[in-house]
């Protein structure tokens, strides 16, 4: 008899543990337990836009191992805007991030860093060189700058390239390169303005020849439907 009163209890207090604990999960779930076969919406992909700030570090980290045996420990380095290949006069949300965290990249890293990135005297050319202007030189002579720290992107289906190079404004040569991907739903994430179809031009003219053969093959056909 005795033994039952003790069961009896036992199983009341592990029902009583078992309600605050299913109550407890409510609150923390902040609300009542949902039924088994509740449908969730799926919400879209949130990236918070700290995360560009890996692919900034990949490219400060070859900028700094790649670099010839340029001595560049006392030369300042001026860092301008990101630019997009194909409009190297234009420049968006993300070549301006780009730009603002190679900043605090290359600083970090011990480069000398200096922001010119506003200044339009540094131009790129068409094949990603600086473009040594009256400007330029003025760079060197008013500021002791030699080096310049610039980039480019370019959109394509599977996201965003990016290459960034130094160059000695003194003579063009090369000091460094570096390169990244940005992946298409990390872009799309961050810059609600990218869409992947805006593709490159070669992209963009393969793309305009294959619907021309297409158009071309429907002519065809609805000729050769004509004439039975």
Same mark, same amino acid.
Do not use: W
């Given at each position: 008899?005795?033994?039952?009163?003790?069961?009896?209890?036992?199983?009341?207090?592990?029902?009583s543990l078992s309600t605050l604990l299913l109550q407890?999960?409510?609150?923390?779930?902040?609300?009542?337990?949902?039924?088994?076969?509740?449908?969730?919406?799926?919400?879209?992909?949130? #990236? !918070?836009?700290?995360?560009?700030?890996?692919?900034?570090?990949?490219?400060?980290?070859?900028?700094?191992?790649?670099?010839?045996?340029?001595?560049? &420990?006392?030369?300042? #380095?001026?860092?301008? &805007?990101?630019?997009?290949?194909?409009?190297?006069?234009?420049?968006?949300?993300?070549?301006?991030?780009?730009?603002?965290?190679? +900043?605090?990249?290359?600083?970090? %890293?011990?480069?000398?860093? =200096?922001?010119?990135? &506003?200044?339009?005297?540094?131009? $790129?050319?068409?094949?990603? !060189?600086?473009?040594?202007? %009256?400007?330029?030189?003025?760079?060197r002579s008013e500021h002791n700058i030699n080096l310049?720290?610039?980039?480019?992107? =370019?959109?394509?289906?599977?996201? $965003?390239?990016?290459?960034a190079r130094m160059i000695n404004i003194a003579n063009?040569?090369?000091?460094?390169?570096?390169?990244?991907?940005?992946?298409?739903?990390?872009?799309?994430? +961050?810059?609600?303005?990218?869409?992947?179809?805006?593709?490159?031009?070669?992209?963009?003219?393969?793309?305009?020849?294959?619907?021309? $053969? $297409?158009?071309?093959?429907? *002519?065809? *056909?609805?000729?050769?439907?004509?004439? %039975?």
């Amino acid at each position: 008899m005795k033994y039952r009163s003790q069961m009896k209890k036992i199983v009341t207090l592990a029902l009583s543990l078992s309600t605050l604990l299913l109550q407890g999960c409510g609150v923390l779930t902040g609300g009542p337990l949902l039924p088994a076969n509740t449908h969730f919406r799926v919400l879209p992909l949130q #990236v !918070d836009p700290g995360v560009i700030n890996k692919y900034t570090q990949f490219l400060a980290e070859q900028i700094a191992r790649n670099r010839d045996t340029y001595n560049i &420990s006392n030369n300042p #380095v001026a860092i301008t &805007s990101f630019v997009n290949l194909e409009n190297l006069k234009h420049t968006n949300k993300l070549g301006e991030l780009l730009a603002d965290n190679m +900043i605090h990249e290359m600083q970090i %890293r011990g480069f000398r860093i =200096t922001d010119f990135k &506003s200044m339009p005297a540094i131009q $790129v050319s068409k094949m990603g !060189d600086f473009v040594r202007s %009256r400007e330029a030189r003025e760079l060197r002579s008013e500021h002791n700058i030699n080096l310049v720290l610039s980039g480019t992107y =370019t959109n394509h289906e599977g996201g $965003v390239i990016v290459n960034a190079r130094m160059i000695n404004i003194a003579n063009g040569m090369v000091v460094s390169t570096a390169q990244t991907n940005i992946p298409r739903e990390i872009a799309s994430a +961050i810059f609600g303005n990218y869409h992947p179809e805006e593709l490159s031009i070669a992209e963009k003219r393969a793309k305009s020849h294959q619907q021309r $053969v $297409v158009a071309a093959k429907e *002519r065809n *056909r609805g000729r050769r439907q004509s004439n %039975r």
